[in-house]
Structures are given as structure tokens and as C-alpha cells.
């Protein structure tokens, strides 16, 4: 019954900007965190970022002071503002929300993936 929703990914030239959304529906009891991983073709999938409820945040070392993400908990959306894209910030960009339910039961949810691609 969980839905998480992406938006925001597209086409953009090295040095330019993206910001992406997902969007969580569905009943959810309580929200641990809410990130965002990245693949790219014959690569993992790796965490770019993630920000508590109480927001604290976390980035991989190769997109910090270019990428921020943010929540806004009363709407249970997550952000992630790209700024300076490189050409190796090209992925499938995929929302992650952890959860809990009433028993302490953990749970992840994910939404479809959104394609940014860097490019001249």
C-alpha cells in the first residue's frame, strides 16, 4: 500500500542543476529515514544521501558540497537539490524510505527509479 513517487530527473550539461522529488502514500507508522541510492550500468548501487527524522544527514564523499537533500516530514517528501553535476553523477536515482511499524518491525520502501543523465 506504500507508494514512494520520483520526479525531477532528465537531461542536464555538466555544471548544471536538478532537484529530485519523492513523494511517500500509503500508511506509514513512523519513518526511520529517507534517501536516495544511485546505479549506473555494470556498477552497485550505491547511497548518495539520507536524512534522519530528526535530520541528520549523510553523502558519499564524491557529492558533498554539491548535493543536499532535505525532507519535509509533514508531507513525508524527500528532496535531493543537484548542483555542479559531472558527467559520473550519471544513474538511475532511486528513492528509499526505511520505516518501522508499531512492534519496532523495520521495512524498506522504494520508488521507481528516475534517469539524470550528465552530458554535453
Given at each position: 500500500?506504500?507508494?514512494?513517487?520520483?520526479?525531477?530527473?532528465?537531461?542536464?550539461?555538466?555544471?548544471?542543476?536538478?532537484?529530485?522529488?519523492?513523494?511517500?502514500?500509503?500508511?506509514?507508522?513512523?519513518?526511520?529515514?529517507m534517501?536516495?541510492?544511485?546505479?549506473?550500468?555494470?556498477?552497485?548501487?550505491?547511497?548518495?544521501?539520507?536524512?534522519?527524522?530528526?535530520?541528520?544527514?549523510?553523502?558519499?564523499?564524491?557529492?558533498?558540497?554539491?548535493?543536499?537533500?532535505?525532507?519535509?516530514?509533514?508531507?513525508?517528501?524527500?528532496y535531493?537539490?543537484?548542483?555542479?553535476?559531472?558527467?559520473?553523477d550519471?544513474?538511475?536515482?532511486?528513492?528509499?524510505?526505511?520505516?518501522?511499524?508499531?512492534?519496532?518491525?523495520?521495512?524498506?520502501?522504494?520508488?521507481?527509479?528516475?534517469?539524470?543523465?550528465?552530458?554535453?
Open positions: 500500500q506504500v507508494q514512494l513517487v520520483e520526479s525531477g530527473g532528465g537531461l542536464v550539461q555538466p555544471g548544471g542543476s536538478l532537484r529530485l522529488s519523492c513523494a511517500a502514500s500509503g500508511i506509514i507508522w513512523s519513518i526511520n529515514a534517501g536516495w541510492y544511485r546505479q549506473a550500468p555494470g556498477k552497485e548501487r550505491e547511497l548518495v544521501a539520507a536524512v534522519t527524522s530528526v535530520g541528520s544527514t549523510n553523502y558519499v564523499d564524491s557529492v558533498k558540497g554539491r548535493f543536499t537533500i532535505s525532507r519535509d516530514n509533514a508531507k513525508n517528501t524527500v535531493l537539490q543537484m548542483n555542479s553535476l559531472k558527467p559520473e550519471t544513474a538511475v536515482y532511486y528513492c528509499n524510505v526505511n520505516a518501522r511499524d508499531w512492534l519496532g518491525y523495520e521495512y524498506d520502501y522504494w520508488g521507481q527509479g528516475t534517469q539524470v543523465t550528465v552530458s554535453s
